[in-house]
């Protein structure tokens, strides 16, 4: 079966760098995505990996091993408002997104 | 501004009563789709369309359905079928083919059962 593992939940403080890890088992593989998505709201797109290596894009990173079947996301200086669950997904061959159950982080002053 | 806008944000169905859940989209988007949210868990597709006139089901389709009459609308009905509809339900729209740019949501609609 298909399967996306990222952890539950992580904490993290005010102006520090977090890493959110994601690990897949997919049939086929089109890309990965990141998003975020903040309490009762829509998810928003903030990154897209196809090819092995690092993505940077401001204070957010992303990162793919297609061989060890991983990614992470990298988050520098948090601010308060990065407070969100963020989702991991990975686009099949059919080209259908499976999607992991989201990490939520908490941001402390 | 171009974006998916669904409504209503809250409902609430009586058991046994059937309610549709709006999904318009301004983005000119071919495909469209419908998730379902649920604590700890991950989306998971109800039924999506790459066309007009044309859908089909995804993961978790029975107790649903839906339509496509035109390019912009893709609204989904929640029948009596559904044994736990209480989620939180996304539409999202995206380019066939231009998978880079991800998917575009809606900002969804709770629905509770009463």
């Known amino acids: 079966g298909q399967n996306i593992d990222q952890p539950t939940e992580m904490t993290a403080t005010e102006g520090a760098i977090v890493q959110i890890n994601c690990t897949y088992q997919?049939?086929?593989?089109?890309?990965l995505f990141w998003y975020q998505q903040h309490a009762g709201e829509a998810p928003t797109f903030l990154s897209y990996n196809v090819l092995d290596g690092l993505e940077e894009k401001g204070r957010f990173s992303s990162f793919l091993s297609r061989s060890k079947g991983y990614s992470y996301l990298l988050l520098k200086e948090l601010q308060m408002k990065d407070s969100a669950s963020y989702l991991c997904a990975v686009m099949d061959s059919n080209y259908q997104l499976i999607w992991g159950a989201g990490t939520k982080l908490i941001i402390k002053p | 501004d171009g974006g998916i806008t669904q409504s209503p944000k809250y409902l609430f169905r009586k058991e046994g009563q059937n309610v549709t859940l709006s999904c318009e989209q301004n983005?000119?988007?071919?495909?469209m789709y419908w998730y379902r949210q649920d604590p700890g868990q991950g989306l998971r597709l109800i039924y999506y369309?790459?066309?007009?006139?044309?859908?089909q089901k995804g993961d978790i389709a029975e107790g649903y359905s839906v339509s496509r009459e035109k390019k912009e609308s893709f609204p989904l009905t929640v029948t009596s079928a559904q044994k736990n509809p209480t989620a939180f339900y996304l539409c999202?729209?995206?380019?066939?083919?231009?998978?880079?740019?991800?998917?575009?949501f809606g900002s969804g609609t709770r629905l509770t059962v009463v």
């Open positions: 369309s790459q066309i007009v006139n044309d859908f």
């Open positions: 983005l000119n988007h071919d495909a």
């Open positions: 999202a729209s995206s380019i066939p083919g231009q998978i880079t740019y991800g998917y575009t």
């Open positions: 997919t049939s086929g593989f089109n890309g």
